[in-house]
């Protein structure tokens, strides 16, 4: 697994365009949705800069979530058969602070009392794509995974253990799967993986949250300027450790996160963080269409 230490100790900026493109086989004549793109400011990670634009115009209002994150409600009252929405990022990452070889025995008595805070009750508990069940429960007894002396190398190990068990196969699953169905055809995306390994850790009592970002993947040799045509959104999962804080784990590359992923927000799973939702009146039919660019600065 390619960990923080690995990665050059510089910090990387990067620009990123993400355009969502809804097409209607009959005219909207009303829209509300709710935009959850701007990037997290957050430790090790600065927005510098972040704009959100629509085709046609639209009344934009920005919240804060209860998970701290920003987005912006989007309303627009008049016919339209397509609507654009374009998001411009700039972001600076820090490379992750190193980690300890391993942490002491004792951990795991103060992970499993982190349960007893209610501030991680959200990340500790189940949640609708991240929940305990029998499927579940025979899965992780085949995995053969579980906590043994050190969390940081449990959950290591778990996360490795889900990248040889599923096969990464777009299309098998939805943005609305649970975990049962890549249990079942041990097929799925990022984040189906993801919601695997939120719901497993928790059930060790490890307050775990669901990430939803970017991951930078380029042709051109690592840290240098460049750009990633074509990417799209990713999935990954942050887990509560003492005096170490949150800590990325990406089981679908078998990877720590580090200077390439970049935080747009993060909830108990999925349904806490989509790109886009909302309700229209009238459309008909309607495709979303979605495009991504990333660029090393």
């Given at each position: 697994?390619?960990?923080?230490?690995?990665?050059?100790?510089?910090?990387?900026?990067?620009?990123?365009?993400?355009?969502?493109?809804f097409?209607?086989?009959?005219?909207?004549?009303?829209?509300?949705?709710?935009?959850?793109?701007?990037?997290?400011?957050?430790?090790?990670?600065?927005?510098?800069?972040f704009?959100?634009?629509?085709?046609?115009?639209?009344?934009?209002?920005?919240?804060?979530?209860?998970?701290?994150?920003?987005?912006?409600?989007l309303?627009l009252?008049?016919?339209?058969?397509?609507?654009?929405?374009?998001?411009?990022?700039?972001?600076?990452?820090?490379?992750?602070?190193?980690?300890?070889?391993?942490?002491?025995?004792?951990?795991?008595?103060?992970?499993?009392?982190?349960?007893?805070?209610?501030?991680?009750?959200?990340?500790?508990?189940?949640?609708?794509?991240?929940?305990?069940?029998?499927a579940?429960?025979?899965?992780?007894?085949?995995?053969?995974?579980?906590?043994?002396?050190?969390?940081?190398?449990?959950?290591?190990?778990?996360?490795?253990a889900?990248?040889?068990?599923?096969?990464?196969?777009?299309?098998?699953?939805?943005?609305?799967?649970?975990?049962?169905?890549?249990?079942?055809?041990?097929?799925?995306?990022?984040?189906?993986?993801?919601?695997?390994?939120?719901?497993?850790?928790?059930?060790?009592?490890?307050?775990?949250?669901?990430?939803?970002?970017?991951?930078?993947?380029?042709?051109?040799?690592?840290?240098?300027?460049?750009?990633?045509?074509?990417?799209?959104?990713?999935?990954?999962?942050?887990?509560?450790?003492?005096?170490?804080?949150?800590?990325?784990?990406?089981?679908t590359?078998?990877?720590?996160?580090?200077?390439?992923?970049?935080?747009?927000?993060?909830g108990?799973?999925?349904?806490?963080?989509?790109?886009?939702?909302?309700?229209?009146?009238?459309?008909?039919?309607?495709?979303?269409?979605?495009?991504?660019?990333?660029?090393?600065?």
């Amino acid at each position: 697994m390619t960990t923080p230490a690995d990665r050059a100790v510089v910090s990387w900026r990067y620009r990123i365009e993400h355009v969502s493109r809804f097409v209607y086989s009959e005219p909207v004549r009303r829209c509300t949705m709710s935009l959850c793109l701007q990037p997290l400011q957050a430790p090790g990670q600065g927005l510098v800069d972040f704009s959100v634009r629509t085709t046609p115009p639209a009344r934009l209002t920005t919240e804060t979530d209860p998970f701290g994150n920003t987005r912006h409600v989007l309303t627009l009252h008049r016919d339209h058969d397509l609507l654009e929405v374009v998001s411009t990022s700039e972001v600076k990452m820090d490379p992750p602070p190193p980690l300890p070889d391993r942490l002491e025995t004792s951990t795991w008595d103060e992970v499993r009392g982190m349960g007893a805070d209610p501030k991680w009750w959200d990340f500790t508990g189940s949640s609708p794509l991240a929940h305990p069940s029998p499927a579940l429960a025979d899965f992780v007894t085949q995995l053969g995974v579980e906590p043994r002396d050190d969390p940081l190398e449990d959950l290591l190990e778990l996360s490795s253990a889900l990248n040889d068990a599923f096969e990464y196969m777009p299309g098998v699953t939805s943005v609305d799967s649970t975990i049962e169905d890549i249990l079942t055809s041990r097929k799925g995306v990022c984040q189906d993986y993801t919601h695997v390994l939120v719901a497993i850790a928790r059930s060790w009592g490890v307050p775990t949250r669901y990430v939803s970002g970017y991951l930078y993947v380029s042709g051109d040799a690592p840290g240098q300027p460049g750009s990633a045509f074509g990417a799209a959104t990713h999935a990954w999962a942050e887990t509560r450790l003492p005096r170490l804080g949150w800590i990325g784990l990406d089981p679908t590359n078998r990877s720590f996160s580090d200077q390439r992923y970049v935080r747009i927000a993060v909830g108990r799973d999925y349904q806490d963080v989509p790109p886009t939702r909302g309700v229209i009146e009238g459309g008909g039919e309607s495709q979303l269409e979605v495009d991504v660019r990333m660029t090393l600065l």
